[in-house]
């Protein structure tokens, strides 16, 4: 896949978010612990072929990857596919990404969008926020910043700094939404809490702009939203 520094968090959390694991697959993730991709391919193949969700992601990653097996991304495309048509969401997002990209499948805009909506409308917190740059940057798709605020929105409440940024810009810019520095500014802020450098920077040339009274009033919404440790409706 192009956009290899996509997989790392899915790579990092690709196992233990199942909510039941069986016997055999959890032999296939000490395997796969162990770097024994062999044996894990032994274990999740059975498992795949009778429909496991799971497992079929899971092959499909080590077909995308080449672990275990000779890289193949008609195979990774196969497997995700038997995933995402489950409900995966993590599937449904990677096949997105396949199908821009044309790995596996023929290049397809339209059913890479139809993925990533599908993964993102599950709560999906890393296709909400690529489904937001592609509206923003009219990458792929038509631009349409009135998107761009409703999928960067929901990624930025659950705490994805670089949608955080983006829709800082969106309302400091007024694309998408009226333009509102306050509520620019209190994005920006919560980006930098996490410890953004862009977050910082933005912040801080907004405030050259802003009066000391709205300042105030941005950082009360920042400190507000970051205290009840949930972002939802900020």
């Known amino acids: 896949m192009k956009n290899h520094v996509l997989l790392v968090p899915i790579v990092l959390g690709m196992l233990w978010s199942a909510p039941a694991i069986g016997a055999d697959f959890q032999k296939g993730i000490a395997a796969y612990e162990k770097k024994d991709y062999a044996t894990a391919l032994q274990e999740w193949k059975p498992l795949a072929e009778r429909g496991d969700a799971y497992a079929q992601y899971s092959l499909g990653l080590m077909y995308n990857l080449g672990w275990g097996v000779p890289q193949d991304h008609k195979q990774a495309a196969k497997w995700y596919s038997a995933a995402a048509e489950q409900g995966l969401a993590k599937a449904q997002y990677i096949l997105g990404w396949m199908y821009?990209?044309?790995?596996?499948?023929?290049?397809?805009?339209?059913?890479?969008?139809?993925?990533?909506?599908?993964?993102?409308?599950?709560?999906?917190?890393?296709?909400?926020?690529?489904?937001?740059?592609?509206?923003?940057?009219?990458?792929?798709?038509?631009?349409?910043?009135?998107?761009?605020?409703?999928?960067?929105?929901?990624?930025?409440?659950?705490?994805?700094?670089?949608?955080?940024?983006?829709?800082?810009?969106?309302?400091?810019?007024?694309?998408?939404?009226?333009?509102?520095?306050?509520?620019?500014?209190?994005?920006?802020?919560?980006?930098?809490?996490?410890?953004?450098?862009?977050?910082?920077?933005?912040?801080?040339?907004?405030?050259?702009?802003?009066?000391?009274?709205?300042?105030?009033?941005?950082?009360?919404?920042?400190?507000?939203?970051?205290?009840?440790?949930?972002?939802?409706?900020?």
């Open 100 to 234: 821009f990209n044309g790995e596996g499948v023929p290049q397809d805009y339209r059913q890479g969008i139809k993925w990533f909506t599908t993964a993102a409308q599950q709560g999906y917190a890393l296709a909400q926020y690529y489904l937001g740059l592609k509206f923003y940057e009219g990458n792929d798709v038509l631009q349409d910043y009135k998107l761009a605020v409703k999928w960067y929105t929901a990624a930025a409440e659950q705490g994805i700094t670089e949608a955080q940024n983006y829709l800082g810009r969106l309302y400091r810019n007024g694309n998408g939404v009226l333009q509102d520095y306050k509520r620019a500014h209190m994005w920006f802020n919560i980006a930098a809490s996490l410890g953004n450098s862009y977050g910082i920077k933005s912040r801080d040339n907004l405030a050259k702009k802003m009066t000391p009274a709205d300042i105030s009033k941005a950082q009360e919404l920042a400190r507000e939203c970051i205290e009840k440790k949930k972002l939802k409706g900020c």
